[in-house]
């Protein structure tokens, strides 16, 4: 394929980069630097940061981890000014050259759509963001060339997520990329911004940065107790998902449980609240009052999602995976995370769902009606957010005290199936961080699985 580079400022010569794929994946760089492994799979990609892309679908409304996804930012963003003001300062302080600074904090604090939002002003004031994303099992959908040049641009901000499950050798190579030197010629602004749950990993990757790079960290802690602060986010999220049900007086709904619980703390339980309460609202239904259930609720709605379209399948709809079957493979997706089409049936296989090549076609293809993948050469994209997909995990297996929600024993030798069978370990980093990070709050999960 032949990818255009675009002027990205006034004077910037134009260049053109041909890239070639014959059978495989092709992937091409222009003023950086491509590192591969010895089979050729990329270590990491960059790629231009993308806004969300317009408004929600009003579908979304029976599938709660699409309005909860914070790639989708469906609620405005709200409850995080303050930080968002200081990575600001962050990225104007200095005279320029290269700046690193780690952001952790638990899941659902807010992390991802900070970081967004931090893209979305910057770019406002003329700089450029590029994510980096690691390889790891998957071979992405080639874009052609990702243009690293920041011409006449303010400066180059980098996000990198799950920076923690990064191999600290792989962090290496991406520091040592030639973009992280802005711009010829100029002492250019780059900063680099790593989000991750823990400090933990953090001070062996300063090591390996060394002084090549000014370095910070900042913690994003939970959202204040205050009268005010958690209701301002509950309110916004209310709001907006009450338009998407299209229900105004579902705008009104009031939370089922008290904000001040410490749970609260996560701006992702506060929307999962609001989220419930005006499902609960439109559909005349009892909310949980407590935590794990608001889980529970809404994963029982991807329940319902996944019933109606296989009924709708018996009604011609070319879909034929049953609820059962579907909570199952998302189970799997769950733990590996986006796959190749090999590595995803070999996935299903080592499950035990699914050994003929039609059945492992029907089930990748439904899963990917219910979960469309980011990268179209993939499958198996996973429950999202995060934090969601790990009170899936747990409610999944048994020994869990949620009443009302059925475990699978099946799912309890999974993961293990998983990660011990060929190319199991390119899985651990996301399946062993989910299934660590859900024990958290289901012990169950430590004594049966872990």
């Not at 909860?68 to 405005?76: E, K, R, Y």
């Not at 050259?97 to 904090?105: I, P």
């Not at 907006?240 to 709904?253: I, K, N, V």
Request: glycine residues 10%; aromatic residues 8%.
């Amino acid at each position: 394929m032949t990818a255009p580079g675009l002027p990205d400022g006034e004077g910037q010569a134009r260049i053109v980069q041909n890239v070639y794929a014959f059978g495989g994946f092709a992937y091409g760089a222009i003023h950086a630097d491509v590192h591969v492994y010895g089979d050729g799979r990329p270590v990491y990609l960059l790629a231009e940061h993308r806004p969300p892309a317009g408004d929600p679908d009003p579908a979304w409304a029976g599938q709660p981890s699409r309005l909860l996804n914070a790639g989708n930012a469906v609620v405005p963003f709200t409850g995080r000014e303050e930080e968002l003001s200081e990575l600001e300062d962050w990225c104007d302080g200095g005279d320029g050259g290269l700046a690193v600074r780690w952001l952790h904090g638990a899941g659902g604090r807010g992390k991802t759509r900070l970081a967004d939002e931090l893209a979305a002003t910057s770019a406002r004031y003329g700089w450029k963001t590029i994510v980096a994303r690691h390889g790891g099992a998957v071979v992405p959908e080639s874009g052609g060339s990702i243009d690293g040049r920041v011409g006449d641009r303010r400066g180059l901000l980098v996000l990198v997520d799950y920076a923690d499950r990064w191999p600290l050798r792989d962090l290496a190579w991406l520091f040592a990329n030639s973009v992280l030197g802005g711009s010829p010629g100029r002492r250019t602004p780059v900063r680099v911004l790593m989000l991750a749950r823990s400090a933990h990993a953090w001070p062996a990757v300063k090591s390996v940065i060394g002084d090549r790079a000014a370095t910070s960290d900042q913690e994003l802690e939970a959202l204040p107790a205050d009268p005010g602060g958690r209701e301002d986010v509950f309110a916004a999220a209310r709001t907006r998902f009450a338009e998407l049900y299209r229900r105004t007086d579902a705008a009104t709904a009031p939370s089922s449980l008290p904000l001040e619980h410490p749970a609260f703390g996560l701006t992702l339980t506060v929307h999962m609240a609001a989220l419930v309460a005006v499902d609960a609202h439109v559909h005349g239904r009892r909310p949980p009052h407590d935590t794990a259930g608001l889980s529970a609720y809404l994963l029982e709605r991807e329940h319902e999602h996944w019933r109606r379209l296989y009924e709708n399948g018996a009604a011609g709809l070319d879909f034929r995976t049953s609820p059962d079957d579907m909570a199952s493979v998302s189970f799997v997706a769950a733990l590996t995370g986006a796959s190749t089409w090999e590595d995803g049936a070999a996935a299903l296989e080592r499950a035990a769902l699914a050994t003929a090549p039609e059945a492992v076609r029907s089930l990748l293809r439904d899963h990917a009606r219910c979960y469309p993948p980011l990268d179209p050469q993939t499958v198996l994209e996973p429950l999202y957010p995060d934090r969601l997909a790990e009170d899936f995990l747990a409610l999944t297996v048994p020994g869990h005290a949620v009443t009302g929600y059925r475990a699978d024993a099946w799912a309890t030798g999974v993961p293990k199936a998983l990660l011990t069978a060929p190319g199991g370990a390119a899985r651990a980093p996301r399946a062993l961080t989910l299934l660590a990070s859900a024990a958290d709050r289901w012990p169950h999960l430590a004594e049966k699985v872990l």
